[in-house]
């Protein structure tokens, strides 16, 4: 009991994702300053940006719903947390049932439902353009994300993401045929991420030159800091998530030493998240949509169909 | 009657909780800024802007460029205050959160400068708002913006 409640606060859980999210907040800042030639922010610098949002006064405006706009901020806080329980860190998860891939690729819906909702509760016209592109842009990313997804589970017919996990590395190894359709729908769900984590060249929903914040226009103190916190460990989710289906969790190590391949794997899909950030400038958000429908949705079915097609020729 | 007596409250430590000192120190580690054009020539905005391009880098002082007041610590104000501007400069201020600071950027900002006297505009920041740092130039070099914002920063670590 006492063992299973460290285990989901301390190690590997809340305070884990906390201290990752922190580091892999400065990582990206850090790298993104590097690429453009610029010395970056300290390495101190999210906790800093974190304990002062914590210690300013926090405003709740007049024209507000002041029930939803307070709990909004924990809604994508507690989804958030929740889901990192079932990804493997270690040699296993926390917790782990069948079917955990839909409730993770679910409960990291909530997030960006909860930012257009707190867009549309702040009543402003920035916030509420926001929000509500916040949506659009989920019908774009959201389907691509899933479909690439399900790639590995058809693969190996379990919606388990630990077993995925540990059974992908040896199915590579026995058929590395089946490395093309994992490499096309691994490419898919990274730029999906992008647009689920609202980064460059997706940041359409918080546009600073168009919308000044988007949704967090009104949140300020407190909750945008829980806001804040909330979105950096939903990187480390969704990276995490990606690690898990795509590239084999832990695969090489096992016992103490499958934290070590678990930093490597998520720092190395860090880099290509702060690359793409780096080289690329945002786009509209109509141009979001078709590429979201037309290049990206193809792709993903087309990972599908090679699984089929390579199961169906007998191969496994 | 019965004479009331009124206990006198003992007085209060002086010395820094931890929670304080963490606070203050996030406080100067990370500012986040507001820019704000109060009536001025756009000089002073050109040379703010300039102070936040890759090359002064002021990310290294967890310095970021804010685009809301909700979110902004710093205010950075250019120009004479004008009488139209007045109540929208008041209201960007009382949008901020505390605690919050206030530079003046500018020698239009710091006492009005040469629209000093004019009937439209007032003798600069500090007849509206209580201004922290005064940067003086016309326009002051963005090295002087950003060493004026680091001096606050120091001010604010003396107490």
Redesign the interface.
């Known amino acids: 009991m006492v063992i299973e409640l460290a285990k989901i606060l301390v190690f590997p859980g809340l305070v884990f994702l906390f201290a990752y999210a922190m580091f892999a907040q400065w990582l990206d800042?850090k790298l993104y300053?590097r690429m453009?030639?610029?010395?970056?922010?300290?390495f101190?610098?999210p906790?800093?940006?974190i304990?002062?949002l914590f210690?300013?006064?926090?405003?709740i405006p007049k024209s507000v719903d002041p029930v939803l706009f307070r709990i909004l901020p924990y809604f994508a806080f507690a989804a958030v947390a929740t889901s990192f329980l079932f990804l493997p860190i270690m040699d296993s998860p926390i917790t782990s049932i069948d079917g955990d891939l839909v409730i993770v690729a679910y409960l990291l819906t909530i997030p960006t439902l909860v930012l257009s909702l707190s867009g549309w509760v702040s009543a402003t016209p920035?916030s509420i353009i926001g929000g509500i592109r916040c949506l659009s842009q989920l019908f774009s990313y959201e389907v691509p994300y899933f479909l690439s997804l399900l790639t590995p589970a058809l693969m190996l017919g379990t919606w388990n993401i630990n077993e995925i996990s540990k059974g992908l590395p040896g199915m590579i190894v026995a058929h590395p045929i089946y490395i093309l359709p994992v490499a096309v729908a691994f490419m898919v769900g990274i730029i999906a991420l992008q647009g689920k984590l609202e980064r460059k060249p997706f940041d359409i929903a918080d546009a600073?030159?168009e919308i000044?914040?988007g949704p967090?226009?009104?949140?300020?103190?407190r909750l945008?800091g829980i806001f804040r916190l909330s979105l950096d460990m939903e990187m480390i989710v969704g990276v995490s998530l990606l690690v898990a289906v795509f590239l084999g969790g832990v695969y090489p190590f096992s016992g103490a030493l499958a934290i070590v391949s678990y930093l490597v794997k998520t720092i190395f899909v860090l880099f290509i998240l702060a690359y793409i950030k780096t080289a690329v400038a945002r786009i509209k958000i109509n141009q979001m949509i078709d590429f979201g429908w037309m290049v990206l949705a193809p792709l993903s079915l087309l990972g599908i169909l090679l699984v089929v097609l390579l199961h169906m020729g007998g191969i496994l | 009657m019965v004479d009331i007596v009124i206990p006198e409250k003992p007085p209060k430590k002086t010395k820094k909780s931890m929670m304080t000192k963490l606070a203050n120190w996030s406080r100067i580690s990370s500012p986040w800024i507001i820019h704000f054009n109060a009536g001025g020539c756009n000089g002073c905005d050109i040379e703010v802007l300039a102070a936040l391009t890759p090359l002064f880098d002021v990310e290294r002082f967890g310095i970021l460029l804010k685009g809301t007041p909700r979110h902004a610590d710093v205010l950075v104000v250019t120009g004479p205050v004008n009488e139209q501007i007045k109540s929208r400069l008041k209201r960007i201020y009382d949008q901020m959160p505390n605690p919050k600071f206030v530079v003046a950027v500018g020698a239009c900002a710091a006492s009005g400068g040469v629209f000093k006297g004019c009937y439209n505009s007032l003798g600069g920041i500090d007849d509206v708002l209580p201004v922290s740092a005064y940067i003086p130039g016309c326009p002051p070099r963005p090295d002087a913006i950003i060493d004026g914002v680091y001096k606050l920063l120091g001010s604010l670590k003396k107490g």
């Open positions: 800042r300053a453009q030639n610029r010395v970056g922010p300290r101190i610098q906790l800093a940006d304990v002062k210690s300013k006064e926090t405003i920035y600073e030159t000044v914040a967090f226009t009104e949140y300020s103190g945008f």
